[in-house]
């Protein structure tokens, strides 16, 4: 599976006193108005042995009539990542006439991901100067937000262990946690199985039925039109189980070895009927 952002073509003429042109990451939002400078790959949640992230890399100055390289290196400071879990190639290449090309980097599934005590490990990547490009080109202003972001490091979470999304706050904080309460791993998995939600569509990384709730689900719309009704749902499954099997469905709250940390599941008060 390849994951590719599409971006704009247009030429970006900002030029260094020297002359020499600049690269940097530019990978947008799915909105088009904020840069990233992170990705996760969550191999709970996809089916394959390997997953390649494709980071746009662009340049500035003039286009080229040969192909180009940008370097790059692995900052060993800020990565937790084993070599065994990625492969990266020797160096970016833009192409002649272009001014953008992908740092290709081949996340790999291995078993130390989903073993016993398994945490989320980071790659973070640093583009370098060479003899083609310098980095001179280290902030990129958004016009929107009229806030600068860093554009020379890119950096990459890997997991294939189910992780509290982003979106799911504390238990008192925000409007999610009070549609479904407490987060815990089967919580999670439960009120995929109650609506029928693959659990990628719930984590925000994929579409499902036309519908993509995206990374960050706290918005008024979304928290509306689909977390709440969602919240309501997995209430309904809960009774039914109650009523069905004599007993309320019991949450291990992610200590699955310890039964005595068990309690009933509920839902938070915005997702009771």
């Given amino acids: 599976m390849t994951v590719m952002a599409v971006q704009a073509c247009k030429q970006d003429t900002l030029m260094t006193f020297n002359h020499q042109p600049s690269a940097y990451f530019s990978w947008l939002d799915d909105d088009k108005s904020r840069l990233r400078d992170s990705t996760e790959v969550k191999f709970v949640l996809i089916p394959d042995a ?17 192909d180009r390289q940008v370097a790059f290196m692995v900052v060993d400071t800020n990565t937790t990542a084993l070599a065994q879990h990625y492969d990266l190639p020797e160096f970016v290449t833009i192409p002649a006439g272009k001014v953008e090309g ?15 005590g398994a945490q989320v490990v980071k790659l973070t990547l640093r583009l370098l100067p060479n003899e083609q490009f310098n980095t001179d080109y280290r902030e990129k202003l958004n016009t929107t937000t009229k806030k600068s972001r860093q554009v020379l490091n890119y950096s990459i979470y890997i997991s294939d262990i189910l992780v509290k ?7 008192t904080g925000t409007a999610t946690s009070a549609v479904f309460g407490t987060y815990s791993k089967l919580k999670f998995l439960t009120i995929c199985q109650a609506n029928g939600f693959p659990p990628a569509f719930l984590d925000g990384t994929e579409e499902w039925n036309g519908i993509t709730l995206g990374t960050d689900l706290r918005n008024a719309g979304n928290l509306t039109n689909y977390l709440q009704p969602a919240g309501k749902r997995t209430t309904v499954w809960l009774n039914r189980y109650a009523a069905e099997n004599g007993t309320p469905f019991m949450d291990d709250m992610d200590t699955p ?9 509920v839902m938070g008060n915005r997702g009771q009927l």
């Fill in 165 to 171: 999304p982003l979106w799911w706050g504390d238990e």
């Fill in 257 to 265: 070895d310890d039964p005595s940390d068990d309690v009933p599941m």
């Fill in 50 to 66: 390997e997953f390649t992230v494709n980071i746009p890399v662009k340049v500035t100055g003039a286009l080229s009539d040969v």
């Fill in 102 to 116: 992908n740092l290709s980097v081949r996340i790999n599934r291995t078993a130390d991901l989903s073993a016993q």
